[in-house]
């Protein structure tokens, strides 16, 4: 076991080196469903930088310096609340913020979301058939995000008011009508909070063929 340690040290601190880098530093996020339609697809390989926020002890929720102050509008990284499952989700309210939902429309500290359409889709469900979605851009404080909403699907299209409490913050998913986001887990602490995904690294089209989607490699995160 020496002789098997001693050949290939190098190796064993490469992958040492390289495990921490990936649990502190920065990781990739494989996108394994359509909550986040119609910006992220199943198959995208997204860049998470886990500086974003917080600087934490690697492999814990422990943190030890906070580095920077998420903003409305982030697509977020961070482990449920729920059974700390990860999940990727956009960022909409901050601590402190009133937030309710009237008929998918967002409303924040009383100011409405604005709304265009934005053209439709089908959207793949998991039994093999598609539905008729419909992608619109929401705009809210300045910044436009496109989303997803499917009428024909029953979900939670109504909330609130409730206050964001302190240091935490409300996630939702662009596909607002198949997402379990903060709707369904809660608020996410700060602590819970993974990292900040910036950029598409990779993408296949996995429910179809697997071919690359080369359009789709180094995208800024929309």
């Keep these: 076991m020496k002789n098997l340690l001693r050949e290939n040290k190098g190796w064993i601190m490469f992958l040492l080196l390289f495990g921490l880098f990936r649990t502190a530093v920065a990781d990739w996020n494989p996108i394994p469903?359509?909550?986040m339609r119609p910006n992220l697809l199943e198959g995208d390989v997204v860049f998470v930088n886990r500086l974003a926020y917080n600087v934490k002890i690697p492999l814990t929720d422990v943190v030890l310096a906070r580095l920077g102050e998420p903003q409305r509008g982030d697509v977020v990284t961070f482990s449920s609340p729920a059974d700390g499952t990860r999940l990727i989700k956009r960022l909409v309210a901050l601590?402190?913020?009133i937030v309710e939902m009237r008929d998918e429309q967002l409303i924040i500290n009383g100011q409405p979301a604005s709304y265009a359409a934005a053209g439709t889709a089908?959207?793949?469900l998991g039994d093999?058939?598609?539905v008729a979605a419909q992608n619109v851009d929401e705009t809210f404080a300045g910044h436009?995000?496109?989303i997803q909403v499917i009428p024909e699907l029953m979900a939670p299209r109504s909330f609130g008011p409730v206050t964001v409490p302190k240091d935490q913050f409300m996630m939702l998913g662009d596909n607002r009508d198949r997402s379990a986001d903060s709707r369904m887990v809660g608020m996410?602490?700060?602590h819970l909070l993974i990292g900040r995904a910036e950029r598409i690294?990779?993408?296949a089209a996995i429910e179809g063929n697997w071919m690359p989607?080369?359009?789709r490699f180094g995208m800024k995160m929309p």
């Design 95 to 97: 601590p402190g913020d």
């Design 144 to 146: 436009r995000r496109r």
């Design 213 to 215: 989607r080369l359009e």
């Design 188 to 190: 996410v602490p700060r």
């Design 201 to 203: 690294l990779a993408s």
């Design 128 to 130: 093999g058939t598609r």
């Design 33 to 35: 469903s359509g909550s």
């Design 122 to 124: 089908l959207e793949p």
